[in-house]
């Protein structure tokens, strides 16, 4: 399967964004969806993360801020990101997995870039 994220850009703080990751295939009701960050010299982290039952995580530092979701009928889950941060800037990527199917995909990053 195929994932392809989009809805980057610059902005400002306090600002908001959402990302979008649509998938070739219908996969999302199912298996697990997460969006991942990594900023420059830094690791790439698990943002936030959605499971097959609707069951959402989220970091700490973006807890009350961020909104992971999906629409299965458009195959598609999002980010929304609230009240951005400085720190909040990233190359942002979503990914998906399933641990029966083995499946594994990632999408191509998209960056977000918050300006103080």
């Known amino acids: 399967v195929q994932l392809q994220a989009s809805g980057g850009g610059l902005v400002q703080a306090g600002e908001s964004l959402r990302l979008s990751c649509a998938a070739s295939?219908?996969?999302?009701?199912?298996?697990?969806s997460g969006w991942y960050r990594q900023a420059p010299g830094k690791q790439r982290e698990l943002v936030a993360a959605?499971?097959?039952?609707?069951?959402?995580e989220y970091v700490d530092s973006v807890k009350g801020r961020f909104t992971i979701s999906r629409d299965n009928a458009k195959n598609t889950v999002y980010l929304q990101m609230n009240s951005l941060k400085p720190e909040d800037t990233s190359v942002y990527y979503c990914?998906?997995?399933?641990?029966?199917?083995?499946?594994?995909?990632w999408g191509k990053g998209t960056l977000v870039t918050v300006s103080s």
């Open positions: 295939g219908s996969i999302f009701s199912v298996g697990t």
């Open positions: 990914r998906y997995g399933d641990c029966e199917t083995g499946m594994d995909s």
């Open positions: 959605i499971i097959s039952s609707g069951m959402t």
